[in-house]
């Protein structure tokens, strides 16, 4: 079965600050798909990666794509706090079904 | 346009009852998929369909669970004999193209919240 792990599972940053989300699959897929989840909504697609070498920025944040690795970034420029939410990356194995990490819970400190 | 719908948004139940949920997806959208979501976890797959019938039913946790798309666009989620560890948040996504196609982008409803006591 298909692993997916993020890191980290909470952080808490400052406005103003940059970070990183990291996301590792344990299998080759070249479709990476990024969340957004706020507390009791549904899933908010933010970004599509299909091939190697993707990278797809909206706003603050940036999320990038490198198969060879089984790993992809959300990286977050200058945080605000309407950033604060729950991050999931997701994994299509061209199969029949998405993948999802366990998701990171970001909070962004004024 | 019309997003992904789902009914109820809340449902509360006792151990051992019969609870059925309801999908409404994009219009057009040929793909339909079922996930549970617990607490702090990510969603976890149940099923798929293509059409009106089941493509893949693996996720399905055992044969309690069962789900049915009849006219290959609104789905119901059907659980028999509901148990506590049911209780959970069911996702409902849909998708323009066929599983395996490179547009295979996954729009989710906002959930069920089911709660059995």
């Known amino acids: 079965e298909l692993k997916v792990e993020q890191n980290p599972l909470f952080l808490s940053m400052q406005e103003g600050k940059n970070y990183t989300i990291y996301c590792n699959y344990s299998?080759?897929?070249?479709?990476l798909y990024w969340y957004r989840q706020d507390p009791g909504k549904s899933l908010e697609s933010l970004f599509v990666l299909l091939s190697n070498g993707a990278v797809k920025q909206e706003g603050r944040l940036m999320a990038s794509l490198d198969t060879k690795a089984r790993l992809s970034t959300l990286h977050i420029t200058a945080a605000v706090h309407d950033l604060s939410a729950t991050y999931f990356c997701a994994v299509d194995d061209t199969g029949n079904q998405f993948y999802f990490g366990t998701g990171t819970s970001l909070t962004v400190i004024p | 346009g019309a997003g992904v719908s789902q009914t109820p948004s809340n449902k509360v139940t006792e151990k051992g009852k019969y609870v059925e949920l309801r999908c409404d997806p994009i219009?057009?959208?040929?793909?339909l998929y079922w996930y549970r979501q617990s607490l702090g976890q990510g969603p976890e797959f149940l099923i798929y369909?293509?059409?009106?019938?089941?493509?893949?039913d693996s996720g399905l946790p055992n044969d309690r669970f069962f789900a049915v798309r009849p006219e290959g666009s609104v789905s119901t989620l059907k659980i028999q004999r509901t148990e506590r560890g049911d209780s959970a948040v069911y996702l409902c996504a849909s998708s323009l193209a066929a599983s395996g196609h490179v547009l295979n982008e996954q729009f989710f409803g906002p959930g069920t919240r089911l709660t059995v006591l």
């Open positions: 219009s057009g959208h040929t793909a």
């Open positions: 299998t080759t897929s070249d479709r």
């Open positions: 369909f293509q059409g009106t019938g089941a493509a893949d």
